[in-house]
């Protein structure tokens, strides 16, 4: 019976770890996007349109769903990490997408003027994925 309840509390651990590194990853790819963006703007020109990173945020999603779908089940780790880069590029230019800024001086002062809004949706971003892990963890715990 403690066997059972050692393995039992390893599993649970290990959830709370890929849900801290989930956040983690999530907070750094905006903090790097939102550095790389200080220091050089990289937007190339492709077909006549401008890429952003929300562009490859959903490029990296789409191919990690794929994966996820049909990849191999050990590779699962790795897919948590892509979907939380992706996710951190999406919920970075959001913003802008939807609500546009208001002109400033530079284009730095332009983006981060957006800083609060995306903390705001990271956040929720995380409570939302902490809230999943909840919910689906009190329904194995029920049906066992």
Same mark, same amino acid.
């Given at each position: 019976?403690?066997?059972?309840?050692?393995?039992?509390? *390893?599993?649970?651990?290990?959830?709370?770890?890929r849900?801290?590194?989930?956040?983690?990853? &999530?907070?750094?790819?905006?903090? =790097?996007?939102? &550095? %790389?963006?200080?220091?050089?703007?990289?937007?190339?020109?492709?077909?006549? &349109?401008?890429?952003?990173?929300?562009?490859?945020?959903?490029?990296?999603?789409?191919i990690v769903?794929q &994966?996820?779908?049909?990849?191999?089940?050990?590779?699962?780790?790795?897919?948590?990490?892509?979907?939380?880069?992706?996710?951190?590029?999406?919920?970075d230019?959001?913003w802008?997408?939807r609500h546009?800024?208001?002109?400033? =001086?530079?284009? =730095?002062?332009?983006?981060?003027?957006t800083?609060?809004? %995306?903390?705001?949706? =990271?956040?929720? *971003?995380?409570? *939302?994925t902490?809230?999943?892990?909840?919910?689906?963890?009190?329904?194995?715990?029920?049906?066992?």
């Amino acid at each position: 019976m403690a066997q059972e309840s050692i393995i039992t509390k *390893a599993t649970r651990w290990e959830t709370h770890h890929r849900i801290a590194a989930f956040s983690l990853v &999530l907070i750094l790819s905006i903090l =790097a996007t939102r &550095l %790389v963006v200080f220091i050089h703007d990289p937007n190339p020109v492709l077909f006549g &349109l401008e890429l952003h990173h929300f562009d490859y945020g959903i490029l990296i999603l789409l191919i990690v769903s794929q &994966l996820s779908l049909f990849g191999p089940r050990k590779l699962r780790d790795f897919y948590i990490f892509l979907t939380a880069i992706a996710s951190g590029f999406i919920l970075d230019e959001y913003w802008i997408i939807r609500h546009g800024v208001a002109r400033a =001086a530079t284009r =730095a002062q332009e983006y981060n003027s957006t800083m609060f809004s %995306v903390m705001i949706l =990271a956040t929720v *971003a995380v409570l *939302a994925t902490l809230f999943v892990s909840s919910v689906l963890r009190h329904r194995k715990n029920r049906r066992n």
